[in-house]
């Protein structure tokens, strides 16, 4: 990639987050890590991307606290003078049936995987505009399209992750920024290699390969789409089960 751009990846403590914020550690580039709790990981990401060349800070803040974002965002602007590039990566699971999930857990999967997305594509958006473009890719789920039981929380935050791509693509296309969502299959890190062995054997038997999706390919993606100039407001499947 074209270096010497600047990256704020949120949630890339562990899991996708961080092969993410790795595949974007060339030289001359420089690496925000947001995490939530686990500052050891954050480091430990950090170093990683330095001794591959890039610059690399770590940057706590819950992104579903507003004014937390707003002020990750502004220290990240101070230090590197612009974002170039923003992945709106953290989300988290409460799964629970419909009919048995208590409200709190509904909006904390709301709050952390919908609000979160819509406070940092705001903060930097408005960053973005003003520096003459840029690129935000959202993380969403094949589950945001098709839906899934026992997850309706997560299913319906990556639905409206989808609208917000879709809308904020209209909105910020007049400034060059660009806004797109990638769907990244299912992914035996993470969240993923926590879920139950059934939905693993399930996701497995529905891929058309019979495999799991690989996590270095989803990275090379979202590294390539980030440097696409002329590619706005669409959803990219990196799954091999069919929609
Ligand atoms: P993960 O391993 O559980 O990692 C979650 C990351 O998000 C961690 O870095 C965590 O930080 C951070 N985080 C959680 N809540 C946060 C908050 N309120 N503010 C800031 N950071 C927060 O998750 P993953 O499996 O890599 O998933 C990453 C993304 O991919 C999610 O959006 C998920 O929905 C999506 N996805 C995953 C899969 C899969 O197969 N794994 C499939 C489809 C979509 P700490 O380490 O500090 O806690």
Known sequence: MENKKVILITGASRGIGRELALGFAAPGNTVFINYLKEKDAALEVAGEIERLGAAAHHLQADVADFLGVQAMVKQAAEKAGRIDVLINNAGITRNRSIIKMPPADWHDVMRTNLDGAFFLTR????????????????????????????????????AGLIALTKSAAIELGRFKVRVNAVLPGFHLTGMGKTAAKDYIERARAESVLGVTTDVAELAAFVVFLSQTLTVSGQVFNLDSRVI
Do not use: Q, T
């Not at 520096?131 to 299913?155: L, M, P, W």
């Open 123 to 158: 903060e930097c958006g408005a960053l973005m505009a003003k520096n003459g473009g840029g690129a935000i890719i959202n993380i969403a789920s094949i589950i945001g399209v098709r839906g899934a039981a026992g997850c309706a929380n997560y299913a319906a935050a990556k």
